[in-house]
Nanobody, 121 residues
Framework: QVQLVESGGGLAQPGGSLRLSCAAS????????MGWYRQAPGKQRELVAS???????MYEDVVKGRFTISRDNAKNMVYLQMNGLKPEDTAVYYC???????????????WGQGTQVTVSS
C-alpha cells in the first residue's frame, strides 16, 4: 500500500511562513493527485490545495495568493509553502494522495497522519 508522512508543521506568528512536506512511500505504481487538507477544531476537514501529476493546481479561495502547492514526482513528495499566515489558518493539516499500487490498476486515496499548524502571536 501507500504510506504518507507529513512534516514541517509547528508554531508561526501571524504574517509568518511555514513549509509542509509529505513523503509517499510503498508499493506505488503511480500518484495521480496530491493534496493538502486541513481540519480546525469543531470544523469539517476541507481541501486547501491540490496538484495533479501534470502540475495543474487548485486552491481554496481563502489561501489563494498566500499558499503554493508543488510536487516532486521523482521523489513522490508534495509540498505546501504557506506565507502570510493568519490565526484562522490554525488547524491540523493532512496530506492526501490518489494513487495506484503495483499489480492493481484501481485508484485509492491515502491519508497522512496530520501535522499541527498553529498561528499565534
Amino acid at each position: 500500500q501507500v504510506q504518507l508522512v507529513e512534516s514541517g508543521g509547528g508554531l508561526a506568528q501571524p504574517g509568518g511562513s511555514l513549509r509542509l512536506s509529505c513523503a509517499a512511500s510503498g508499493n506505488i505504481f503511480s500518484i495521480y493527485v496530491m493534496g493538502w487538507y486541513r481540519q480546525a477544531p469543531g470544523k469539517q476537514r476541507e481541501l486547501v490545495a491540490s496538484i495533479t501529476s501534470g502540475g495543474s493546481t487548485m486552491y481554496e479561495d481563502v489561501v489563494k495568493g498566500r499558499f503554493t502547492i508543488s510536487r516532486d514526482n521523482a521523489k513522490n513528495m508534495v509540498y505546501l509553502q504557506m506565507n502570510g499566515l493568519k490565526p484562522e489558518d490554525t488547524a491540523v493539516y493532512y496530506c492526501k494522495v490518489i494513487a495506484s499500487v503495483s499489480g492493481d490498476s484501481r485508484r485509492y486515496q491515502y491519508w497522512g497522519q496530520g501535522t499541527q499548524v498553529t498561528v499565534s502571536s
